[in-house]
């Protein structure tokens, strides 16, 4: 079936799976590919791709979904819920167990995980296999990208089908739901924040938008750049008119493409009670620090960056070091890792003392620096830059910059 006769009859066969209207389905999907072309709108049409890429999917699912890829549940009402948290073990890792769909390929397989290292490695949320736990995640190739809203009870389902969903930002998505996040434009404070564009937004889409005035926004901001967030055209029935206006400015990039945002990260940490010193560092170009860089930095810290650029290979390089000085560094050291987890390749194995360090080249757009001190001697830490080496992904021409000085615990969104 060619791509037009496709187009042309979803929406009459999710009309007869669904029984109501679902004309405007079609549009999206419209949308969406002639947002695949290049136009003026190409950037905005690559920061909403996460979403639209799950609601694309989603067209074709007989999986009956709220807001797009949330499965309902009845017997709950959505965001005060108490039990629907996954449980903390005593040494504070959050477990949540999983089982993988048996026809996943390698491939597959490795996309999933890689996804979840980036929850371990900037959360205390850690993904473990299921040996006999009641509670646990299927994730498997079902009809689309969905998920439920919380831990269920027992097995629950997440849906990653083989194709569609396998990217690293729609796994997160999925996932985070599980965790018990919602969309983020339907936080109680959303209103401060978007607009919501009623008059291109069909009836029968309403629901989609609804705000949950008792949601749980663990006292941390809005977040735009969540991977949590619709695109500025999602749902909408005329094409060219946005949905959801960012406030004051209109201008300001909604959605992403990449993944977990530092405020994902941030209220994942809050919600699991979870300490963690994590920064996400997704521009193009950037630097880090040790904390108070370059007066001397606290005792008992383990801190980690992730730089995650579009393309590239990332290069970081030290402009400044000067650590403790411990045989074998096993008091305070930097490492550097070759990828998203303390269990990828090492790049820079444990270093510490005065000398500044080689550049360090990682092979892909993924690089982890971890800096762990110790309970006795401080010294003025380091400084380091990073670039991402040539990348096909311009930014309206202008390269994003973030700077990020540990710790952060306010946690602040990059530059969008
Ligand atoms: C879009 O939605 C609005 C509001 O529901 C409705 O008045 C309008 O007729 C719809 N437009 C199209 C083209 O369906
Ligand atoms: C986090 O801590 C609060 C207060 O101590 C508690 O009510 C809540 O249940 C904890 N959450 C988790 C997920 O353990
Ligand atoms: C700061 O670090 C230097 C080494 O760089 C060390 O000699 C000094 O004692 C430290 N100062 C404090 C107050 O810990
Ligand atoms: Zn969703």
Same mark, same amino acid.
């Given at each position: 079936?060619?791509?037009?006769?496709?187009? *042309?009859?979803?929406?009459?066969?999710?009309?007869?799976?669904?029984?109501? $209207? /679902?004309?405007?389905?079609?549009?999206?999907?419209?949308?969406?590919?002639?947002?695949?072309?290049?136009?003026?709108?190409?950037?905005?049409?690559?920061?909403?791709?996460?979403?639209?890429?799950?609601?694309?999917?989603?067209?074709?699912?007989?999986?009956?979904?709220?807001?797009?890829?949330?499965?309902?549940?009845?017997?709950?009402?959505? /965001?005060?819920?108490?039990?629907?948290?996954?449980?903390?073990?005593?040494?504070?890792?959050?477990?949540?167990?999983?089982?993988?769909?048996?026809?996943?390929?390698?491939?597959?397989?490795?996309?999933?995980?890689?996804?979840?290292?980036?929850?371990?490695?900037?959360?205390?949320?850690?993904? *473990?296999?299921?040996?006999?736990?009641? &509670?646990?995640?299927?994730?498997?190739?079902?009809?689309?990208?969905?998920?439920?809203?919380?831990?269920?009870?027992?097995?629950?389902?997440?849906?990653?089908?083989?194709?569609?969903?396998?990217?690293?930002?729609?796994?997160?998505?999925?996932?985070?739901?599980?965790?018990?996040?919602?969309?983020?434009?339907?936080?109680?404070?959303?209103?401060?924040?978007?607009?919501?564009?009623?008059?291109?937004?069909? $009836?029968? &889409?309403?629901?989609?938008?609804?705000?949950?005035?008792?949601?749980?926004?663990?006292?941390?901001?809005? &977040?735009?750049?969540?991977?949590?967030?619709?695109? $500025?055209?999602?749902?909408?029935?005329?094409?060219?008119?946005?949905?959801?206006?960012?406030?004051?400015?209109?201008?300001?990039?909604?959605?992403?493409?990449?993944?977990?945002?530092?405020?994902?990260?941030?209220?994942?940490?809050?919600?699991?009670?979870?300490?963690?010193?994590?920064?996400?560092?997704?521009?193009?170009?950037?630097?880090?620090?040790?904390?108070?860089? $370059?007066?001397?930095?606290?005792?008992?810290?383990?801190? *980690?960056?992730?730089?995650?650029?579009?393309?590239?290979?990332?290069?970081?390089?030290?402009?400044?070091?000067?650590?403790?000085?411990?045989?074998?560094?096993?008091?305070?050291?930097?490492?550097?890792?070759?990828?998203?987890?303390?269990?990828?390749?090492?790049? #820079?194995?444990?270093?510490?003392?005065?000398?500044?360090?080689?550049?360090?080249?990682?092979?892909?757009?993924? #690089?982890?620096?971890?800096?762990?001190?110790?309970?006795?001697?401080?010294?003025?830490?380091?400084?380091?830059?990073?670039?991402?080496?040539?990348?096909?992904?311009?930014?309206?021409?202008?390269?994003?910059?973030?700077?990020?000085?540990?710790?952060?615990?306010?946690?602040?969104?990059?530059? *969008?």
């Amino acid at each position: 079936m060619d791509l037009k006769m496709f187009l *042309v009859f979803t929406p009459f066969l999710l009309h007869a799976i669904l029984g109501f $209207p /679902i004309q405007v389905r079609a549009e999206v999907i419209l949308l969406y590919f002639c947002a695949e072309s290049p136009s003026p709108t190409e950037t905005d049409s690559e920061d909403e791709v996460i979403f639209n890429r799950i609601l694309k999917v989603n067209k074709d699912s007989s999986q009956y979904l709220q807001e797009g890829d949330i499965v309902p549940q009845r017997s709950r009402s959505a /965001i005060s819920c108490r039990h629907c948290n996954w449980p903390q073990s005593s040494d504070g890792i959050v477990r949540v167990p999983y089982v993988l769909d048996p026809t996943y390929e390698e491939s597959h397989i490795k996309g999933i995980h890689d996804a979840m290292a980036e929850f371990e490695t900037l959360t205390c949320i850690n993904f *473990v296999k299921r040996k006999t736990e009641r &509670d646990y995640l299927i994730i498997k190739s079902a009809d689309g990208c969905w998920s439920n809203y919380g831990k269920v009870g027992g097995g629950q389902t997440v849906s990653v089908m083989k194709g569609g969903c396998m990217w690293k930002g729609i796994i997160q998505h999925e996932l985070d739901h599980a965790l018990g996040f919602l969309h983020e434009h339907s936080r109680s404070d959303r209103d401060k924040h978007v607009k919501i564009m009623w008059e291109y937004i069909s $009836p029968a &889409d309403r629901p989609d938008f609804k705000k949950f005035e008792n949601s749980n926004n663990l006292g941390l901001p809005y &977040d735009y750049s969540s991977v949590m967030h619709y695109g $500025p055209y999602t749902f909408t029935n005329t094409t060219g008119r946005a949905t959801i206006v960012p406030i004051p400015d209109g201008s300001v990039h909604i959605g992403q493409r990449q993944g977990l945002s530092n405020l994902d990260v941030a209220k994942i940490n809050k919600l699991y009670n979870c300490s963690r010193c994590s920064t996400i560092l997704d521009a193009a170009s950037g630097s880090l620090r040790s904390a108070n860089h $370059p007066r001397n930095y606290s005792d008992n810290t383990n801190c *980690v960056w992730l730089i995650r650029t579009q393309s590239g290979k990332i290069s970081l390089h030290f402009q400044a070091f000067e650590l403790q000085r411990t045989r074998g560094c096993q008091g305070d050291y930097v490492k550097v890792y070759d990828g998203s987890s303390k269990s990828s390749a090492v790049l #820079m194995d444990k270093t510490c003392g005065s000398k500044i360090p080689n550049d360090v080249v990682a092979s892909s757009n993924l #690089m982890l620096v971890e800096f762990v001190t110790d309970g006795a001697g401080t010294a003025a830490g380091f400084q380091a830059t990073f670039t991402s080496g040539r990348s096909e992904n311009k930014e309206n021409g202008k390269e994003k910059q973030s700077v990020s000085n540990q710790p952060s615990s306010s946690q602040r969104k990059n530059i *969008v």
